[in-house]
């Protein structure tokens, strides 16, 4: 039962134009979503979160969109940049401590940010 | 430099052979984590630590062992592996729950 889904394995954009990487969650207990990205042969970096009580926050040219009622987050990168291209994960966590508090991951996106 | 150092980065054993990878870091961190990442399914966490002495399993716990004796370290033990642990591991760690993660660089393990 997956409850964060990456509906989009990959996705390719142009340099210069918007990517837009979507995440749906099942679960409505979760209060925080994180957005990190992985480069190869290294660990994933935390990009932007956002929390359940906003329904955006940006940081940059990174803008994270939460829509509650439709239980789907996104991401957007503007302008996008070749060195933006690495796989995308989307984060969700609850509310309390134990394992509900403990962050989900989707299966990934990989964006490619052609020249 | 604020970091969680995975060793080693690559591993290549035969099935049976316990190994350790071991995960450190050293920013005073109460919570750790592994996670597994495999080709279609993500990273999908292992065991968990909320601090020395306390561990819990993930979502994919079979197989794999851990210890948390001090702050800083949180190795993941797997005392007989097998072909399906092949995978690229990561370890993890953050002020608490609620906090973002710092992962390591990644260890990758073939189980022949």
């Known amino acids: 039962d997956q409850q964060v889904k990456q509906n989009s394995p990959s996705l390719s954009v142009q340099e210069g134009r918007i990517s837009i990487l979507n995440c749906d969650y099942t679960n409505s207990m979760f209060d925080y979503f994180l957005w990190y990205k992985k480069y190869p042969a290294e660990g994933p970096t935390f990009l932007i979160s956002?929390?359940?009580?906003?329904d955006k926050n940006e940081d940059g040219r990174f803008t994270v969109f939460l829509n509650k009622s439709a239980k789907h987050l996104s991401l957007h990168i503007v302008p996008s940049q070749p060195g933006d291209s690495a796989v995308y994960f989307c984060?969700?966590?609850?509310?309390?401590?134990?394992?509900?508090?403990?962050?989900?991951f989707g299966k990934g996106t990989k964006l490619s940010v052609k020249p | 430099e604020a970091q969680v150092t995975q060793n080693p980065r690559y591993l290549i054993t035969v099935t049976g052979k316990k190994l350790t990878v071991t995960c450190s870091q050293n920013m005073n961190h109460e919570y750790m984590s592994w996670y597994r990442q495999d080709p279609g399914l993500g990273l999908r966490q292992i065991y968990y630590s909320m601090n020395v002495e306390v561990t819990d399993k993930g979502d994919v716990p079979e197989g794999y062992k851990v210890s948390r004796k001090e702050k800083r370290n949180f190795p993941l033990i797997l005392e007989s592996p097998s072909p399906n642990q092949t995978s690229l591991y990561f370890c993890?760690?953050?002020?608490?729950?609620?906090?973002?993660?710092?992962f390591g660089s990644g260890t990758q393990l073939s189980v022949l």
């Open positions: 956002i929390s359940s009580i906003k």
């Open positions: 993890a760690s953050s002020w608490s729950l609620n906090e973002k993660l710092f």
């Open positions: 984060a969700a966590k609850g509310r309390g401590g134990g394992s509900q508090g403990n962050l989900i």
